[in-house]
C-alpha cells in the first residue's frame, strides 16, 4: 500500500507504458487530500487522466480498478473530459501531474 504523494508518482511513472498500451493513457495525474497533505489512512486516491482515444466504460472501470491494485487503496478515477466547468477549474488548479 502507497501512502504518500510520491510514492504514488513512483508506482504510476513504473506503470506507465502498460498505462499507455492498454489503456490508451496520455496524461495522468493526482489532486484532493493527498495533494493538499489532508489525507488519512481511509482515504482514496484521486486520479485525473486524459485518454489518446475513446476506452470505454468497461476498460475505464477496469482501469480504474487497476490502479486501485497497484495503490492498495481505492482510486476514484476522473476523465478530463468528464469535467464539469464549476468544480473542474478546481480540479485542474490543484492536480500534480506524474
Known amino acids: 500500500m502507497v501512502d504518500t504523494l510520491e510514492e504514488m508518482k513512483k508506482v ?10 492498454k489503456y490508451g493513457v496520455k496524461e495522468i495525474g493526482i489532486f484532493g487530500s493527498y495533494v ?10 484521486d ?4 485518454f ?4 470505454g466504460f468497461f476498460k ?3 482501469l480504474e480498478e487497476y490502479l ?3 495503490m492498495g487503496k ?3 478515477l476522473v476523465s478530463r473530459k468528464a469535467l ?9 488548479e490543484e492536480v500534480v501531474s506524474v
Open 52 to 55: 489518446e482515444r475513446p476506452i
Open 84 to 92: 464539469k466547468p464549476h468544480i473542474g477549474k478546481n480540479i485542474l
Open 60 to 62: 475505464f472501470l477496469e
Open 12 to 21: 504510476i511513472r513504473k506503470h506507465m507504458k502498460e498505462l499507455k498500451e
Open 47 to 50: 486520479i485525473l487522466v486524459d
Open 74 to 76: 481505492k482510486v476514484d
Open 68 to 70: 486501485s491494485s497497484l
Open 36 to 45: 493538499r497533505g489532508e489525507a488519512r489512512a481511509e482515504s482514496d486516491v
